[in-house]
Every structure is written in structure tokens, then in C-alpha cells.
């Protein structure tokens, strides 16, 4: 079955730079697209970045352009979101995505950003 597992969340200070990684498994890793998206409180959960299977291809929410990179390692069945110049409102719970027939989620990492 799908999985898909993500850690890398924390409190950071504002400026600071945060990569969160998503350990997939149960399906062929380099062939699917893969997305982080985001929920914070109160509001409905948006994509933050996607990127093509083998890598070539990567797309960003207007919000996170130039501040964030979606990369991943089809070795290791891995995708990563880059975060840097972090502000109040990148706070949120970050979540994993792949979209195979149906939609499959992580658990989320929680991301705060606070001084």
C-alpha cells in the first residue's frame, strides 16, 4: 500500500531555512508526480510546489517562489521542500502528495515559524 512519510518540521525563526523530506513507498516512486501542500489553522489546504517524476519539471504557488525548492532522489524514494527566507505566514502543516487514481497523504510535519 501507499505510504508516504514526512519529518523535517519545526519552530524556526523568521529568515531562517527549514528542508522538510517525504519517504514514499508501495508504488513506483520515479513514475508519479509528487507535491508538498500546506494547511494552516482555519484555512483549506494548498499546494506549495510539484515536481515531475524524473525531476525535470517543478512548479511553485506564487506565495513560496524564489524561497522554496522541490527537489527529490528517485534512489531514495524521497522528495524534499527546501525552505528559506521562512516568514510568519509560511506557518502551517506540511504535507506530502501523490496522486495515483486517487489522492494519498502523509501524516503532515508541522512547520512554525515564531521569534
Known amino acids: 500500500q501507499v505510504q508516504l512519510v514526512e519529518s523535517g518540521g519545526a519552530l524556526v525563526q523568521p529568515g531562517g531555512s527549514l528542508r522538510l523530506s517525504c519517504v514514499a513507498s508501495?508504488?513506483?516512486?520515479?513514475?508519479?508526480?509528487m507535491s508538498w501542500y500546506r494547511q494552516a489553522p482555519g484555512k483549506e489546504r494548498e499546494l506549495v510546489a510539484a515536481?515531475?517524476?524524473?525531476?525535470?519539471?517543478?512548479n511553485y504557488a506564487d506565495s513560496v517562489k524564489g524561497r522554496f525548492t522541490i527537489s527529490r532522489d528517485n534512489a531514495k524514494n524521497t522528495v524534499y521542500l527546501q525552505m528559506s527566507s521562512l516568514k510568519a505566514e509560511d506557518t502551517a502543516v506540511y504535507y506530502c502528495?501523490?496522486?495515483?487514481?486517487?489522492?494519498?497523504w502523509g501524516q503532515g510535519t508541522q512547520v512554525t515559524v515564531s521569534s
Open positions: 502528495n501523490v496522486r495515483r487514481g486517487m489522492s494519498y
Open positions: 508501495g508504488f513506483t516512486f520515479s513514475s508519479w508526480s
Open positions: 515536481i515531475s517524476g524524473t525531476g525535470s519539471s517543478t
